[in-house]
Protein backbone atom coordinates (compact mmCIF):
# COMPACT_ATOMS: atom_id res chain seq x y z
CA UNK A 1 0.00 0.00 0.00
CA UNK A 2 1.45 3.59 -0.89
CA UNK A 3 2.18 6.14 1.88
CA UNK A 4 -0.26 9.43 1.00
CA UNK A 5 -0.24 12.73 3.58
CA UNK A 6 -3.53 13.75 4.49
CA UNK A 7 -3.18 18.08 4.99
CA UNK A 8 -6.43 19.15 6.94
CA UNK A 9 -6.74 23.44 7.13
CA UNK A 10 -9.42 23.91 9.26
CA UNK A 11 -10.73 27.12 10.82
CA UNK A 12 -9.16 29.05 12.84
CA UNK A 13 -11.37 28.74 15.79
CA UNK A 14 -12.55 25.09 16.02
CA UNK A 15 -12.48 23.45 19.61
CA UNK A 16 -9.88 20.77 19.71
CA UNK A 17 -12.76 18.17 20.73
CA UNK A 18 -13.80 18.77 17.24
CA UNK A 19 -10.85 18.49 15.31
CA UNK A 20 -9.85 15.58 16.94
CA UNK A 21 -13.71 14.04 16.32
CA UNK A 22 -13.14 14.85 12.29
CA UNK A 23 -9.19 13.12 12.40
CA UNK A 24 -10.75 10.03 14.13
CA UNK A 25 -13.47 9.81 11.64
CA UNK A 26 -10.96 9.72 8.96
CA UNK A 27 -8.72 7.62 11.08
CA UNK A 28 -11.57 5.09 10.96
CA UNK A 29 -12.22 5.28 7.40
CA UNK A 30 -8.62 4.42 6.99
CA UNK A 31 -8.87 1.49 9.34
CA UNK A 32 -12.36 0.20 7.92
CA UNK A 33 -10.08 0.02 4.09
CA UNK A 34 -7.35 -2.37 5.77
CA UNK A 35 -4.90 0.89 6.57
CA UNK A 36 -2.91 2.03 8.97
CA UNK A 37 -2.24 5.74 10.21
CA UNK A 38 1.09 6.08 10.80
CA UNK A 39 1.83 9.82 12.43
CA UNK A 40 -0.42 12.52 13.21
CA UNK A 41 0.97 16.18 13.61
CA UNK A 42 -0.65 18.94 14.51
CA UNK A 43 1.41 22.32 12.79
CA UNK A 44 -0.68 24.83 14.78
CA UNK A 45 -1.91 28.28 13.37
CA UNK A 46 -1.11 29.25 10.40
CA UNK A 47 -1.36 32.39 8.55
CA UNK A 48 -2.71 32.05 4.79
CA UNK A 49 -1.09 34.07 1.80
CA UNK A 50 -4.98 34.86 0.96
CA UNK A 51 -8.03 34.98 2.44
CA UNK A 52 -10.29 31.81 2.05
CA UNK A 53 -13.75 33.04 1.37
CA UNK A 54 -16.80 30.29 2.93
CA UNK A 55 -20.28 30.52 3.52
CA UNK A 56 -19.85 32.29 7.47
CA UNK A 57 -16.87 34.90 6.35
CA UNK A 58 -13.25 35.25 5.12
CA UNK A 59 -10.45 32.98 6.60
CA UNK A 60 -6.86 34.75 6.86
CA UNK A 61 -5.52 31.89 9.07
CA UNK A 62 -6.38 28.55 9.89
CA UNK A 63 -5.15 25.38 12.02
CA UNK A 64 -2.91 22.80 9.92
CA UNK A 65 -3.56 19.04 10.69
CA UNK A 66 -1.06 16.40 8.90
CA UNK A 67 -1.93 12.68 8.76
CA UNK A 68 0.49 10.05 7.72
CA UNK A 69 -1.23 7.03 6.20
CA UNK A 70 -0.89 3.73 4.17
CA UNK A 71 -4.17 3.31 2.19
CA UNK A 72 -4.90 1.83 -0.85
CA UNK A 73 -4.46 3.51 -4.04
CA UNK A 74 -8.70 3.94 -4.33
CA UNK A 75 -8.87 5.93 -1.09
CA UNK A 76 -8.82 9.13 -2.66
CA UNK A 77 -12.14 8.84 -3.97
CA UNK A 78 -13.49 7.99 -1.02
CA UNK A 79 -12.59 10.97 0.76
CA UNK A 80 -14.74 13.18 -1.00
CA UNK A 81 -17.25 13.71 2.05
CA UNK A 82 -14.65 16.09 3.39
CA UNK A 83 -16.08 18.70 0.85
CA UNK A 84 -18.99 18.51 2.87
CA UNK A 85 -17.06 19.30 6.18
CA UNK A 86 -18.44 22.96 7.56
CA UNK A 87 -15.00 23.07 10.05
CA UNK A 88 -12.38 22.90 7.37
CA UNK A 89 -11.28 25.74 4.88
CA UNK A 90 -9.35 23.14 2.48
CA UNK A 91 -8.11 19.32 2.55
CA UNK A 92 -5.73 17.53 0.10
CA UNK A 93 -4.38 14.11 0.12
CA UNK A 94 -0.60 13.91 -1.19
CA UNK A 95 1.17 10.51 -2.27
CA UNK A 96 4.93 9.82 -1.35
CA UNK A 97 6.56 9.18 -4.31
CA UNK A 98 9.67 6.52 -4.19
CA UNK A 99 9.39 5.49 -0.65
CA UNK A 100 10.33 1.78 0.09
CA UNK A 101 8.97 -0.28 3.25
CA UNK A 102 9.81 -3.50 4.54
CA UNK A 103 11.71 -6.25 2.40
CA UNK A 104 11.68 -3.92 -0.69
CA UNK A 105 14.81 -2.19 1.00
CA UNK A 106 17.03 -5.15 0.42
CA UNK A 107 16.24 -6.48 -3.01
CA UNK A 108 17.44 -3.30 -4.85
CA UNK A 109 20.53 -1.49 -4.83
CA UNK A 110 21.05 1.88 -3.09
CA UNK A 111 21.43 3.90 -5.78
CA UNK A 112 24.77 5.54 -4.44
CA UNK A 113 27.04 3.16 -6.44
CA UNK A 114 26.47 5.34 -9.57
CA UNK A 115 27.58 7.85 -7.79
CA UNK A 116 31.21 6.52 -6.48
CA UNK A 117 31.80 5.67 -10.25
CA UNK A 118 31.78 9.16 -10.78
CA UNK A 119 35.32 10.41 -10.36
CA UNK A 120 36.30 14.48 -9.61
CA UNK A 121 35.23 16.95 -8.93
CA UNK A 122 32.77 20.10 -9.75
CA UNK A 123 36.13 22.16 -10.57
CA UNK A 124 38.72 20.43 -12.28
CA UNK A 125 42.72 21.50 -10.35
CA UNK A 126 44.79 20.89 -13.18
CA UNK A 127 43.16 22.95 -15.77
CA UNK A 128 43.12 26.10 -13.41
CA UNK A 129 46.99 25.73 -12.80
CA UNK A 130 46.96 25.23 -16.33
CA UNK A 131 45.25 28.57 -17.42
CA UNK A 132 46.96 30.17 -14.90
CA UNK A 133 49.88 29.09 -16.59
CA UNK A 134 48.76 30.41 -19.89
CA UNK A 135 48.27 33.76 -18.30
CA UNK A 136 51.61 33.46 -17.27
CA UNK A 137 53.35 32.32 -20.52
CA UNK A 138 51.46 35.56 -22.48
CA UNK A 139 52.62 37.85 -20.35
CA UNK A 140 55.92 36.82 -20.04
CA UNK A 141 55.72 36.97 -24.25
CA UNK A 142 54.28 40.39 -23.92
CA UNK A 143 57.78 42.07 -21.72
CA UNK A 144 60.14 40.45 -23.84
CA UNK A 145 58.50 41.82 -27.16
CA UNK A 146 58.29 45.26 -24.99
CA UNK A 147 61.92 45.12 -24.37
Same mark, same amino acid.
Given at each position: ???????????????????????????????????????????????????????????????????????????????????????? %? &?? *?????? =? +????? #????? !? @????? %? &?? *?????? =? +????? #????? !? @????????????
Amino acid at each position: MPLYDCMLLLKPYVHKESIMELVSRVGKHVYRRNGVLTELKSLGTVQLGYGIKKLDGRYYQGTLMQMTMMTPPSFNSELHYLNKEDRL %L &RW *ILVKHR =D +VKFGG #ELFEE !D @DGFGD %L &RK *IGGSIF =D +VDSED #EEDND !D @DDDEEQQEKQVS
